[in-house]
């Protein structure tokens, strides 16, 4: 990971100018994007930079909201992840105050309760970067002849008459594509193909079990095979399509090591 951090530093020095800068990093689950993003705005506080980071997770809707959606649309909504899940109007109205050079408060979200933190982090404008990661940040909508197809299983039993993934795909042209427009430059961590998110992401479950103990709220390996086909559509579009448009692309191995 510290190749990739460098790749991205040095790159960062390069594009920021004056003002506020807005940079969004994109990776599938367990890519290393959150590590990454904490080490860059680590290296930039150090050398006198005001920097923070914001996941695109902290900005989900809350369970209660999600339900609402799931009884209206989709009950695969219920389901925290895919676009449609989040709060994206909120986002754009953080992500201008920080353009502006404002105060803001940035949200947080408990995975562990599943509904936003009562309370966010207080951040005094103006900053100088923004480090917004995501596993889908900086993500475009597919053709709708694309959608036809179920990719997995959760797809083809679950939503045969593409409800769900219409609607993430409607969500992606509209709020999430007017969220992403405010983003300054946009640096994609590739994985090497879905395939290896599946370990990435156990991998990560684990260390989750590790640290919380077994009375923990975690997923089996099995449970995280089902949870990632939430994913898998739009990660396998990512990897396809947004290196023609990523001003950084990061390839990596099966291990996170930059190829």
Same mark, same amino acid.
């Given at each position: 990971?510290?190749?990739?951090?460098?790749?991205?530093? &040095?790159?960062?020095? @390069?594009?920021?100018?004056?003002?506020?800068?807005?940079? /969004?990093?994109? /990776?599938?689950?367990?890519?290393?994007?959150?590590?990454?993003?904490?080490?860059?705005?680590?290296?930039?506080?150090?050398?006198?930079?005001?920097?923070?980071?914001?996941?695109?997770?902290?900005?989900?809707?809350?369970?209660?909201?999600?339900?609402?959606?799931?009884?209206?649309?989709?009950?695969?909504?219920?389901?925290? *992840?895919?676009?449609?899940?989040?709060?994206?109007? #909120? @986002?754009?109205?953080?992500?201008?105050?920080?353009?502006?050079?404002?105060?803001?408060?940035?949200?947080?979200?408990?995975?562990?309760?599943?509904? $936003? #933190?009562?309370?966010?982090?207080?951040?005094? *404008?103006?900053?100088?970067?923004?480090?917004?990661?995501?596993?889908?940040? *900086?993500? &475009?909508?597919?053709?709708?002849? #694309?959608?036809? #197809? $179920?990719?997995?299983?959760?797809?083809?039993?679950?939503?045969?008459?593409?409800?769900?993934?219409?609607?993430?795909?409607?969500?992606?042209?509209?709020?999430?594509?007017?969220?992403?427009?405010?983003?300054?430059?946009?640096?994609?961590?590739?994985?090497?193909?879905?395939?290896?998110?599946?370990?990435?992401?156990?991998?990560?479950?684990?260390?989750?079990?590790?640290?919380? /103990?077994?009375? @923990?709220?975690?997923?089996?390996?099995?449970? +995280?095979?089902?949870?990632?086909?939430?994913?898998?559509?739009?990660? &396998?579009? +990512?990897?396809?399509?947004?290196?023609?448009?990523?001003?950084?692309?990061?390839?990596?191995?099966?291990?996170?090591?930059?190829?």
């Amino acid at each position: 990971m510290t190749a990739s951090l460098d790749a991205v530093e &040095r790159a960062l020095d @390069g594009w920021r100018g004056d003002g506020p800068f807005v940079l /969004g990093v994109c /990776g599938a689950q367990g890519s290393g994007k959150s590590t990454l993003a904490e080490g860059l705005t680590q290296r930039l506080t150090a050398k006198g930079l005001r920097a923070a980071t914001l996941s695109i997770d902290d900005l989900y809707l809350s369970r209660a909201e999600r339900a609402r959606l799931g009884k209206m649309v989709h009950s695969l909504f219920e389901t925290r *992840g895919v676009p449609g899940t989040h709060d994206a109007e #909120a @986002g754009v109205r953080l992500l201008d105050e920080i353009r502006e050079g404002r105060d803001v408060v940035l949200p947080r979200f408990d995975k562990a309760t599943d509904d $936003p #933190a009562p309370t966010g982090t207080p951040v005094k *404008g103006p900053l100088d970067v923004l480090v917004f990661e995501g596993w889908c940040v *900086g993500a &475009r909508a597919q053709d709708d002849a #694309a959608l036809t #197809a $179920p990719v997995n299983a959760l797809e083809a039993e679950r939503d045969p008459n593409l409800v769900w993934r219409r609607f993430v795909n409607l969500a992606l042209a509209t709020d999430y594509a007017d969220l992403f427009v405010r983003i300054d430059r946009l640096v994609l961590l590739a994985a090497p193909g879905f395939e290896v998110v599946r370990d990435w992401r156990i991998q990560q479950e684990h260390e989750l079990r590790r640290r919380v /103990g077994e009375g @923990g709220r975690t997923m089996s390996d099995d449970e +995280i095979g089902v949870f990632i086909q939430h994913y898998e559509r739009l990660t &396998r579009h +990512i990897l396809s399509d947004m290196p023609a448009y990523a001003d950084l692309t990061l390839r990596l191995d099966a291990q996170r090591g930059l190829t």
